[in-house]
């Protein structure tokens, strides 16, 4: 026997023949297949299953399904998971859990399953497998229409001609617009360890169907009354299901507790199932018939009477029922208040719901606007059932067992004077947890109806909103983790930077060298050295990863001078410019160079991270306010792969790679079209180093041949390859900004030191907010240089700055005049960008940057640190420059 609660009755859903082991709190424990955590623990006569989150009081298994507000396990096997409910989770070989106060904990390790999602249309999708739900599939399959079943059971089965997909431990956990619902699959949970690798252990369902029928049932209704959350307690169809499915007695001894017939048809069945009755207790005033059929088998049945109360053992187990004044001894007390149709998706589908006095429940009131059909009980099941809201013991009547909340918590919020079920739910959390109130919005509803003297319906029920059963995020994910979610981008280059030692660093989606190290040289040391090859002799960049859009039409021109500050269409073909591009609100957004390839052609650069932005922005105002203008834009990142050749003999290595390119009279800021080491390609005198430089852009197929024979031709000059750090630190000593590093959405392109990029005129995007007179103010923060005093020290970006050094515990706040953007050690010493209030009207003044409790000075200088006469970019050496 698997427990000595087990019972040769019922057990429709076990396989008696075989048996499994599983571990609850480290104890071994046998069930049977088919069996749920839940029914296998009270086979075991298991009462104590969790805790409540805030009193820390003992609970046990209180549902057999869904709504289950006090068996949540964390499941401890496998790829592990927190939060699930007992009543649902199936009993396998190797189950490991552990029991929990209402909060579960995330799993460390990665979670190796699989996830899945589809897609699937239908006619008709029906929500539930029972009879009204098999009927409704039957009718529409037969009719001709394509038919899906959704049911949270294993193993339902449905016979019908037609096109029938039938979705067993699959729950449909919301409704969205248009006939589109949203269902989870469990697939392998039930079989541990013997799940096929490959075989995805959930699925994720996107369901859209031309109609549906809600065949959900009804959730039963619990009743308040003190101590009403002992391990004992049960929902009485809940404790006549674990018998007649599982073959599970929940207790010896019971006390039936109930205010609708119902609750005395689960007298019946557990009395035929061999547990001894030791009394009824109906809240009505006549029992009726069914009570006359418990009477001729020999059960006390008290009418009008209620339970007031409860007592346990020192574990907190139940151990009596209080019937009025009366000590009744029990091991099980079965309540049932009534039936609530189960109306979730209806409502989530805009349907609403009347009290109805027929049913004692909300019901449907209506139909949605959606096509959706209600069947079965779900539409309501006739019949009075008495309300009751007891009168003591506050602190102590649970109404929300999953949240710990209380009757005295509901008195209490209508003591703040809210009386709305909406502002009720929010002050108590009642009806908030896992379970979305299925055991207790309805309870919440009547005993808000009962003290505050008004009908149910007058009350309401709160908004119900997806999803119906929480969805873990790695279904929500599926697939769509590590490089699958977010892709790693890799230049036609990256395998030749793999092969020497690149260490890489993620921009904007791309994988990037950030520096090439030798052996045991750190970070630092490897990025001065390619920061002073660059300076002395020549350097190449992997640049393919900068945003390239091209952009053509006969009113390109015309565009390009309203999305940049500056004018574009004065450029001659073959020419070049650096050029801003401002937001609405005059704040810098991106910056880039525009190129003219011809009349009506240009190719723009960005940032790599905003290339996507820059490309949205532009199609947004193309489409939305300029839909006149003949302009087509497109993304040509990934068509070019670029080198940039960087360093004073960068013109010796080009001349040696393009012959027929006469470099010596190519000019700053120009383009040219050349052959490249045999590779035709777009050559941009562009310098983004300070020192004279070339962008050679080449299709992308041919990117790893041009790399390395600029390699090869640059090596009889010390040609060595640099990254990305190198590239901020040199770009940084003249002063360049990164559009989002430097900037921060609050600064404009004259805050960033970058006036003369700005055209007077035109109508481009940005101009009139630059107009308004907060962007002139003198204390504006504004881009400056940085010198620490200490030398030796690198100030960490985002240091904030301040006039004097802040004691130790100040009194009062100290103003902030500014904060550093970009820190850098290089062939200048240590320095800095920053942005701070007057700019360079504080130049030469002395600052403090604070950060983390640490105090550095440093003194105000131009944001050019390096040859600000601009002397190198034509190869030429600067006085100001390194020796």
């Not at 018939?289 to 409860?310: I, K, M, Q, S």
Request: proline share 6%; aromatic share 6%; charged share 25%.
């Amino acid at each position: 026997m698997t427990g000595p609660f087990r019972t040769a009755l019922g057990g429709s859903r076990i396989d008696r023949s075989r048996t499994v082991t599983f571990t609850f709190d480290g104890a071994s424990y046998t069930a049977h297949p088919g069996d749920t955590l839940a029914s296998a623990l009270l086979a075991h006569g298991v009462r104590i299953v969790a805790h409540g989150p805030y009193t820390g009081r003992p609970r046990g298994v209180y549902s057999a399904g869904a709504e289950e507000p006090n068996a949540f396990v964390q499941v401890e096997s496998g790829p592990g998971e927190p939060m699930v409910r007992a009543t649902r989770l199936e009993a396998h070989d190797g189950l490991r859990v552990s029991s929990l106060a209402g909060r579960g904990r995330l799993a460390t390790a990665p979670d190796p399953s699989r996830y899945d999602k589809t897609y699937a249309h239908c006619d008709v999708l029906v929500v539930g497998g029972g009879a009204s739900g098999r009927a409704a599939a039957r009718e529409a399959a037969e009719a001709g229409d394509r038919v899906i079943v959704a049911d949270d059971r294993p193993g339902i089965a449905i016979e019908a001609s037609g096109e029938l997909t039938v979705l067993p431990r699959t729950i449909v956990t919301g409704y969205y617009d248009h006939g589109f619902f949203v269902a989870v699959e469990r697939r392998t949970d039930h079989l541990g360890g013997a799940a096929p690798v490959r075989m995805a252990r959930r699925r994720l369902w996107h369901i859209r169907a031309r109609r549906a029928v809600l065949a959900t049932g009804v959730l039963e209704r619990p009743i308040l009354f003190p101590d009403n959350d002992r391990p004992g307690v049960m929902l009485a169809a809940a404790a006549a299901t674990y018998i007649g499915r599982y073959g599970v007695l929940p207790g010896r001894r019971a006390v039936v507790f109930g205010a609708h017939d119902g609750a005395l048809r689960a007298a019946l069945d557990l009395l035929d199932a061999g547990v001894e009755i030791a009394c009824v207790a109906d809240l009505r005033a006549s029992a009726g018939r069914l009570g006359e059929r418990l009477r001729e088998r020999g059960v006390t049945v008290l009418e009008g009477r209620a339970v007031t109360g409860t007592d346990a053992d020192g574990a907190g187990v139940l151990t009596a029922a209080v019937v009025g004044d009366d000590r009744v001894p029990c091991d099980l007390l079965a309540v049932s208040g009534g039936w609530n149709p189960d109306l979730h998706l209806f409502t989530q589908a805009g349907g609403r719901t009347r009290w109805s006095a027929e049913h004692s429940a909300f019901v449907p009131d209506g139909t949605p606007r959606t096509r959706m059909d209600v069947a079965g009980p779900a539409r309501g099941v006739r019949g009075e059932a008495a309300e009751h809201v007891p009168d003591v013991g506050g602190d102590r009547v649970f109404v929300d067992l999953h949240r710990d909340a209380t009757l005295a918590d509901l008195r209490g919020a209508l003591d703040a004077g809210m009386t709305s079920g909406e502002h009720v739910k929010r002050y108590t959390t009642i009806g908030t947890g896992a379970d979305q109130g299925r055991t207790s919005g309805v309870p919440a509803s009547g005993a808000l109806a009962q003290i505050l003297g008004r009908a149910p319906g007058e009350i309401g029920t709160t908004t119900q909103r997806p999803p119906v059963e929480p969805i873990p995020f790695a279904v929500l994910a599926g697939r769509d983790r590590g490089d699958l979610l977010a892709s790693v981008r890799r230049t036609p280059m990256h395998g030749w930077h793999e092969e020497h030692g690149a260490v890489f660093e993620d921009a904007g989606g791309w994988r990037r060298p950030r520096y090439y190290p030798r052996p045991g040289e750190p970070m630092e040391d490897a990025v001065l050295r390619e920061c002073r090859t660059v300076r002395s002799a020549v350097a190449a960049l992997d640049a393919s990863t900068l945003g390239k859009i091209d952009v053509q039409g006969p009113g390109a021109a015309a565009f390009l001078d309203r999305i940049y500050a500056g004018a574009v269409s004065s450029l001659a073909p073959g020419r070049c410019r650096y050029g801003v591009m401002c937001g609405v609100d005059g704040m810098v957004f991106d910056d880039g160079v525009a190129a003219r390839l011809g009349p009506g052609r240009f190719h723009l650069t960005t940032t790599t991270g905003n290339a996507a932005r820059v490309l949205d922005w532009l199609e947004e105002w193309l489409q939305t306010e300029w839909p006149g203008l003949r302009v087509r834009c497109t993304s040509v990142t990934d068509q070019w792969a670029v080198v940039a050749l960087a360093g004073p003999r960068s013109r010796d290595v080009l001349s040696a790679l393009a012959p027929g390119l006469d470099a010596g009279t190519f000019p700053f800021m120009a383009m040219r079209e050349a052959e490249v080491a045999g590779v035709p390609a777009r050559i941009f005198r562009i310098s983004y180093s300070g020192e004279l430089a070339y962008e050679i852009n080449v299709a992308a197929w041919h990117g790893l041949a041009v790399w390395e024979a600029v390699m090869a031709a640059g090596e009889p000059h010390g040609i060595a390859p640099y990254g990305t750090e190198a590239m901020h630190v040199l770009r940084a000593e003249k002063g360049y900004i990164v559009a989002g590093q430097d900037t921060d959405g609050t600064v404009t392109p004259h805050d960033a030191g970058l006036g003369w990029a700005v055209a007077s005129g035109g109508d481009w995007i940005g101009r009139r907010s630059l107009r308004r007179a907060d962007t002139s103010r003198a204390d504006r923060k504004r881009l400056v240089g940085l010198r620490p005093h200490d030398q030796a020290v690198v100030i960490p970006e985002g240091a904030q700055l301040v006039a004097v050094p802040p004691p130790a515990e100040p009194a009062d706040p100290v103003p902030m005049l500014g904060y550093v953007t970009s820190s850098y050690r290089g062939t200048v010493g240590s320095f800095a960008l920053a942005l701070v209030q007057g700019g360079d009207a504080r130049e030469s003044e002395t600052l403090y940057a604070v950060d983390s409790g640490r105090v550095h000075a440093v003194t105000v200088t131009s944001p050019v640190h390096y040859d600000p006469e601009g002397a190198r970019r034509d190869g030429f050496r600067s006085p100001t420059g390194p020796a």
